[in-house]
């Protein structure tokens, strides 16, 4: 099978201009097949401030409104994945924008109400994506850039975790592909010590992941990221990086990248 990368890439970078540059580039650099999926939340909340909206979080996810639901859309699906769109052919890469809608390739559930309403955002079912037209658009030799939002095939535009639909298109796509997942953010990798960045543990396989967690060295945002990661290697994801976006170029390089999760 052909490799293919699925890269997502943390708000952090989006909202610092040199930063978003230096990491498209890199990106562009990669050999062979890849996707890439962003958020764009900081730039969202700044811009529904400015329109008198305000924004509501629980548990650090955001609740998605009908009128949050439009600005997302907008900032999501127009502003931020148009901008990396444009650069990414400055650096020779044919990037096509999408969002789940588009070709039909992603289609989530509403998340039900629970304990909290989160509004229009999307869940993602195990038949959520359509590896047979992202396929065909890959075999075209396009690059395609997933802002994060979904449909539920009904008209509805949902408001989707960036990091849950970089899992999905990885196992989505592993019976095509040998599909290697990267989460690129602002630290080097997973680490032992949250205050040293040099701290970085290069490999973790099952067994070591559930001694971390015991110890307590992996907790807090950090436990889902990893969950979610192991999920994707347990479906036929070969393996899973975590690390710092500004130093994806060291993968193209065959130099060791942050954190490898792997069986």
Same mark, same amino acid.
């Given at each position: ?11 952090? /970078? ?7 540059? #230096? ?11 890849? /996707? ?5 939340? *900081?730039?969202?909340? %700044? ?8 924004? %509501? ?9 009908? =009128? ?12 931020? $994945? ?6 990414? %052919?400055? &650096?020779?890469? &044919? ?14 559930? *509403? ?6 309403? @989160?509004? @229009? ?8 994506? &359509?590896?047979?037209?992202?396929? %065909? ?9 997933? +802002? ?5 095939? &009904? ?5 989707? $975790? ?25 630290? $080097? ?6 205050? $040293? ?13 559930? =001694?971390?967690? !015991? ?11 990893? !969950?979610?990661?192991? +999920?994707?290697?347990?479906?036929? /994801? *070969? ?9 994806? #170029?060291?993968?193209? !390089?065959?130099?060791? @990248? ?6």
């Amino acid at each position: 099978m052909k490799p293919l990368w699925i890269i997502k890439i943390g708000g952090n /970078v989006i909202d610092n201009p040199e930063a978003l540059d #230096s990491f498209l580039k890199d990106f562009s650099a990669l050999d062979g097949a890849k /996707v890439l999926i962003h958020g764009g939340g *900081k730039i969202a909340t %700044q811009i529904a401030k400015g329109l008198g909206v305000e924004t %509501q979080m629980v548990n650090g996810r955001r609740i998605t409104d009908a =009128e949050m639901l439009k600005i997302v859309t907008m900032v999501y699906g127009g502003l931020v $994945n148009k901008n990396v769109v444009a650069k990414l %052919q400055a &650096n020779g890469t &044919n990037a096509i924008g999408m969002t789940g809608a588009d070709g039909n390739v992603i289609k989530a559930i *509403k998340r039900p109400v629970k304990e909290v309403d @989160f509004g @229009f955002v999307g869940d993602l079912t195990e038949t959520s994506i &359509n590896d047979t037209t992202l396929s %065909q658009i890959l075999e075209a030799g396009l690059i395609p850039v997933f +802002a994060a939002l979904t449909h539920d095939g &009904n008209g509805q535009i949902l408001n989707t $975790n960036a990091d849950t639909i970089a899992s999905a298109l990885a196992v989505g796509l592993s019976s095509r592909y040998e599909t290697k997942l990267i989460y690129c953010f602002e630290k $080097n990798g997973v680490l032992t010590d949250i205050n $040293n960045d040099d701290s970085v543990i290069a490999k973790i396989n099952p067994a070591y992941f559930e =001694e971390l967690t !015991q110890q307590g060295i992996i907790a807090d945002g950090m436990l889902p990221k990893l !969950q979610n990661a192991f +999920a994707a290697i347990s479906n036929g /994801v *070969k393996e899973v990086y975590i690390g710092n976006a500004g130093k994806l #170029s060291d993968i193209n !390089q065959g130099k060791d @990248f942050g954190t490898c999760l792997s069986l």
